[in-house]
């Protein structure tokens, strides 16, 4: 150091501050020692002498002397290392020196311990009694020794706490935990069978526990090192188990894990992905590994405790809650504000897949992320559904209500395995196929219990679908007001048959088939057959299966139901009523019959001809357009009859005009007449498979109401069976232009049981 000073160039202040180069050199050596007297002082305030010295100094000065201290502080530093350098053999081997010095100190300690421990045991085991002044009592009391040594035990529990300490020091951890139990043993013993006194046992107990405290503390110190292994982590918490302070033991490898896994995690940030998916996969490999790691390390030091496997569980559920919070921060909840089902299934997906790897080692936290996953799963629902229904309504302004087939098919597939594609117009498409990728992006979240909500939401898209069909079948905007809460009403109007047709086609096509079929990706199998073939699934499994997938196309057939009904009843009241408001059919039709001389020319009124031109047409239309589902258009044709029918049958202004004017009462001819529409109407849609249980008995209590009424008697007033029929058929050919047989009744059709009434019938039931 000297000589690093005495190589500078620059100048020694004589300020104060420095000392003269001679004084560095050695030179005047007293007068140095008596310069340092005042840093030797206690009181000697570093800031205060630096700025009395320096306030007689130039600015120049001043910097040169922080320069010059700023040399001797680097050559300080260097002498310093090159010491430590020099010296590195040397002082390791007196740290060495020094640690057995301590350990000898301590022996020695130990000792002394016990040397003074016999030293107070002997001076308590003599006896000196005074000496008697008299001469016979010198005789008798004399000084008496009495030599008592301490017994095993008593030595031992007066060496067994310095015995701790020296294995507390020299952290022989195994030996220290040996030592308490063998202590502890012999403590029970001793005071079992009173070989120590209760000052004692309470002095050597307290003695044990002070020093398994500072074991359990010296442990735990050194489990919480952030470069401590997880081998080391497990034997610490052994220990402390063994201590009889397991808890604490636990606590130390969950934390340990959980300062790992804050420490892998920092290098995972959501701005760093290029989608939530593979921030959820990176986020998921570090959580699940760290928990899995963690039960194995508690089950390989606590085994299956219920004490310690609650605490666990605890943790792990604190860490997935955690884990569920930022992705859904970071990943789900932004995927599911914008509509991004398919992300937002993914990154639970995901989630579950590490998660249930768990429940190999038992434990089953999937509940936990589902039940925090669920809400924002749930908002992707909703808005995939409502873009569902906002796009289907848009598509609806533009449709122009012509069926085809989807791209690609060109004709309905009639081969076996074959699954059929009926027609429909662009908008059901569009429809169908947007709920086909609902399914498929909700299917894989069958686990999270959302099937009813997916449903339930995919009948109410229907739904408002089915309102934008009526909505367009409507010819006046006031009926059009009814349906409230459709965001888009520009709906292009079906204005002809064969389109109005064509929106039926559509309803029932996706309510009886398509979606009923779509929807079975949401069963709990891969396959709605499979698990419905399962012999081992429980009958009343598969019946609760069947009776949901049932009651859900009930459902949607309800909301087709409104529009065939709407259907049917526009129709029927363009045959009841003519433009002007007028009825098409009126009494006056029947009483006026026998007003005339001349034998009028048979035929079916006007309104049923109209009804029969209508159903050929529509069946006509139906052939192309109802491909594989004729069984439907059929149902559609009994509706519109026994729509028209009923009218007819409860309409009481037209019974009042027709049977209760005794100036103008009904007469054969009329009831003639009246009795050949009924016939029509049975004849025709008999011959067309489409004549029902129900119209069948609306016809017959017309019939009966207008035969007992009248006052009549039908045998004498109406012909037999051959002329009605024949009377039919002949306007069935003039209206059709063909003839139309149907000897043949198809076994298949929903009237194959059904057929009309016999005119010997009609007059009996009428005469009874």
């Not at 002082?41 to 201290?69: N, W």
């Not at 699940?288 to 792990?316: C, G, N, R």
């Not at 929106?503 to 709990?524: G, Q, V």
């Not at 050929?616 to 109802?626: H, P």
């Amino acid at each position: 150091m000297a000589s690093a000073k005495s190589s500078r160039s620059r100048p020694a202040y004589t300020s104060g501050v420095l000392l003269p180069m001679s004084a560095v050199n050695g030179e005047d050596g007293a007068q140095l020692s008596d310069k340092l007297q005042i840093f030797k002082s206690e009181g000697f305030d570093p800031d205060g002498y630096v700025q009395s010295k320096c306030q007689t100094m130039s600015e120049k000065e001043i910097r040169h002397l922080c320069a010059y201290l700023q040399d001797l502080k680097k050559a300080s530093a260097e002498e310093m290392r090159r010491s430590v350098y020099a010296n590195y053999s040397a002082f390791i081997q007196t740290s060495k020196e020094i640690s057995d010095l301590e350990g000898e100190l301590l022996s020695i300690r130990n000792l002394l311990s016990t040397q003074v421990a016999v030293i107070h045991a002997l001076a308590d085991g003599v006896h000196i009694d005074s000496l008697s002044s008299s001469s016979e009592d010198s005789k008798n009391h004399i000084l008496t020794v009495e030599d008592k040594d301490p017994s095993d035990v008593e030595k031992w529990a007066v060496e067994f706490p310095d015995i701790l300490d020296v294995l507390l020091a020299e952290r022989k951890v195994d030996e220290a935990l040996a030592a308490f139990e063998e202590g502890e043993a012999r403590v029970a013993e001793a005071k079992e069978k009173k070989r120590l006194n209760p000052d004692e046992i309470l002095s050597l107990q307290a003695a044990i526990n002070n020093r398994r405290q500072e074991l359990s503390d010296q442990l735990a110190e050194a489990a919480c090192q952030p470069s401590t292994s997880s081998v080391e982590l497990r034997a610490s918490a052994s220990a402390l188990k063994r201590l009889g302070d397991g808890s604490r033991g636990l606590k130390l490898i969950l934390n340990g894990h959980y300062q790992k896994l804050r420490y892998n995690m920092q290098t995972i940030h959501p701005t760093t992905t290029s989608y939530g998916g593979a921030y959820t996969a990176a986020l998921s490999q570090q959580v699940f590994s760290a928990i899995a790691q963690a039960v194995k390390d508690s089950l390989d030091v606590f085994s299956d405790d219920a004490t310690y496997s609650s605490e666990l569980v605890i943790w792990a559920t604190k860490q997935t809650e955690d884990f569920a919070n930022l992705v859904k921060r970071h990943a789900l909840s932004s995927a599911a504000a914008a509509g991004g089902l398919r992300a937002a299934v993914e990154c639970v997906e995901i989630a579950v897949g590490h998660c249930s790897l768990l429940e190999a080692r038992g434990l089953s936290l999937s509940s936990v992320i589902m039940k925090l996953f669920r809400p924002s799963i749930e908002q992707a629902l909703e808005a995939n559904l409502k873009r569902i229904q906002q796009s289907t309504a848009a598509l609806a302004a533009a449709d122009n209500w012509s069926l085809t087939y989807p791209s690609g098919v060109t004709r309905l597939s009639n081969r076996p395995g074959m699954i059929s594609q009926p027609k429909l117009s662009s908008s059901a498409h569009r429809f169908y196929s947007m709920v086909q990728d609902f399914l498929e992006d909700v299917g894989p979240l069958l686990s999270m219990q959302l099937s009813d909500s997916a449903l339930e939401g995919l009948s109410q898209v229907f739904s408002s679908y089915v309102k934008l069909l009526v909505y367009s079948l409507q010819s006046s905007a006031d009926d059009g007001a009814m349906f409230d809460g459709l965001e888009n009403k520009l709906v292009s109007i079906a204005s002809t048959e064969e389109q109005q047709l064509a929106l039926l086609a559509n309803a029932s096509s996706l309510s009886e088939d398509l979606l009923p079929r779509a929807a079975m990706k949401l069963t709990p199998t891969s396959s709605y057959q499979s698990k419905m073939d399962n012999p081992r699934r429980r009958p009343a499994d598969r019946h609760n299966l069947n009776s949901e997938q049932k009651e859900w196309k009930k459902k949607l057939q309800r909301s087709a139901d409104e529009l065939k009904f709407i259907f049917c009843r526009q129709h029927a009241l363009d045959l009841i009523y003519a433009e002007d408001g007028s009825c098409n059919l009126t009494a006056d039709v029947y009483l006026n019959m026998d007003n005339t001389a001349d034998e009028p020319d048979w035929c079916p009124s006007l309104l049923f001809q109209n009804l029969f031109e209508k159903s050929s047409r529509m069946a006509e239309m139906a052939a192309d357009m109802f491909v594989g589902r004729e069984r439907f258009f059929t149902l559609l044709l009994m509706k519109l009859t026994e729509t028209v029918m009923l009218w007819l049958n409860t309409d009481q202004s037209f019974w009042d005009d027709m049977l209760q004017d005794p100036n103008n009462p009904l007469g054969p001819l009329g009831l003639r007449q009246f009795y050949l529409d009924m016939q029509f109407v049975l004849h025709f849609t008999s011959q067309g498979r489409y004549l029902s249980r129900n119209l069948n008995r609306i016809i017959a209590q017309i019939i009966e109401r207008a035969i007992n009424e009248s006052g009549l008697d039908p045998n004498s007033c109406l012909p037999e069976d051959d002329w009605f029929i024949q009377i039919a058929e002949e306007s069935i050919e003039r209206i059709s232009g063909t003839r139309t047989g149907f000897d043949e009744r198809d076994p298949s059709s929903p009237t194959a049981s059904v057929s009309a009434m016999s005119m010997s019938s009609m007059r009996s039931h009428g005469s009874t």
